[in-house]
């Protein structure tokens, strides 16, 4: 048996609720050593992970590691959300009893990590004094290294946010148990993961993967859906899959934040990481504030809406980086960031790393290649042409190392925020942008968006589905419940943001091609947005929102066909009254949601249907 309290002792981890759930899991879990860690114990975990061949050298401070190749992206079917009260049951968030789902839990937890470690990893999803620093501290017991070294530069990690709590027993407990990965009939009816998060008792138990958003618990599972049950059980803020970030005009001196949720893989960390596009000089300084994760409350003391960025660290996709889409995100992961990737391509001779869409072609010669599950490249049978690296493949690096992240994206006030958008991959019937001033319709809007699903989850990719403001996979109670919260909290606000729908992935059915070019040009429908916020341009009135005219949008420079512009600025009348059908068959799974809601459904679907088609 492990000594516990003399390695709590020796870490000066003085907590006594913390001390007493360490001891708890150590014991069910059967692990052979106890390690507090911090983030200052990077460099000495980094060395130990190398010499034990969890993760290999990939250039100067760089680091690679695999994942078990059934065991690459979230599973949305085996994530749970339990509590003691069934009215928290939703439609997506897999609603189960805490009392049927803690045994199955503790049963298949019991012994998983002897002759393993288990890492104690206490961290805070916010910057240090934010007015909801009480809902963000926690403790990540994991039997993973690599998930340490991945918290680490996702989150703040050290005793010290667990030490002072103003209530020293209010901080999520996150347990992680990797499991024996070989053997849990991953994708068959005998599939033993479980990822649940028991939101009434703020404790998370996942069981059986060891990769991204199913065992870096501080970010999705509290950051996200334990955050956004706490949100609403307390009446006080939002937590949502939003991006965060400023745009300044340096014109006018004015600074604008905008924050929004698109589906994961749509589009949130390109978004925020951004640069202006060349063609409009150097008039809009783009900052990053967060690119995964806000949480919005409204400031009393002014009557605005305010939001932040829980995370300290980018879990980026890394499909179709690179320095024409993405140069913001290169810089963060070069030689020297510390940045860790998993899943991509590696050569173990040369420390190099590739993936679909760094280079237009890959490597030319081969030697030393191997793709993303460890097989070489050059024994590939003649024809065989998958991605070298897996779709979900990803980097880690923290905020500090994103060249354009605000000066102030620590400030535990937070920033005002001036507009929320909405978005996805639709392949048809949505416009470039279209701005809604009204808070319901803003929120109908986000309760109704849908998109094709991507490969940040298992089994999905491509299907066309409802993904309510995004925050589908994580949604932690019912869904009218939810958007009741949202008019609630957003409408305490004397002065509201503006809302608005983006799209920048319809395609012409012809030849498939993106009719928006997309990534650094999107900011050209932010611009018009802000424009349209300040009253500086009017749009043209359609059923579903406020439409840029051809003129009120910035195009300088824009490389786009008449015809496609045409297209993304214009509704598709028949297609969107269909669009209605399926959109009251949706809404009409939701208990209690609100009148608000359903009565801005009647008037765009009245609006259409007295539009001339
Ligand atoms: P999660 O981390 O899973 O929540 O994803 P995310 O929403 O942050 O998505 P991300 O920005 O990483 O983009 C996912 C994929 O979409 C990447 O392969 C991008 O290259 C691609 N993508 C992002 N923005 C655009 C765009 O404007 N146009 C096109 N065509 N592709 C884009
Ligand atoms: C997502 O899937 O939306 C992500 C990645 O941000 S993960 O952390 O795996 O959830
Ligand atoms: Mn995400």
Redesign the pocket.
Known sequence: MVDVEKVLDEAGLKNEFVREYVAHWAEITGADRVEVVSAADDARLLKEAVDAGELEPAGDGLYYSRSYYKDTARSEERTIVATNNPADKGVYNNWRPASEMKPMLVERMTGASKGKTMYVIPYLMSPPGSPLEAYAAGVELTDSRTVVLHMIRMARVGAQYVDNLADPNHFVRAVHVTGDLENLGQGTPDDQRYFVTVADERTILHFGSSYGGNALLGKIAHGLRQACYDGWASKAFLAE?F?LLGITDKVTGEKYNICGG??????????AMTLAPDALGDRYVVEFYG??IAWLWVNPDDGKVYGMNPEFGV???A???NEK??PTALDAIQPGSGALFTNVAYNADTHEVWWE?KTKEPPADVTGWRDWKGNLISEREPGDDSPWAHPNSRFTTTLANVPNVAKDFEDPAGVRIDAIIFGGRTSDREPLVRGIKDLAEGVYDGLTLGAEA?F?AEGVDGQLRYDPMSMRPFMAYGEGDYARHWIDVIGAATEQPIFAHVN??QRDPDDGH?R?P??R??LRALLWLIDLKNGKVSGRETPVGILPTRDELHLEGLEISDEDLDVLLTIDVERWRQEMGFREAHLKQFDRLPEEIWEAHRRVAEALEAEEA
Do not use: C, I, R
């Open positions: 899959q991006m698109f589906p994961s893989a749509s589009g949130k960390t390109n978004l690119d995964d879990f980026g996709v499909k179709d980086t889409t993405n869409g991507t940040a920048w992935f993106f928006w997309g990534y040009e999107n």
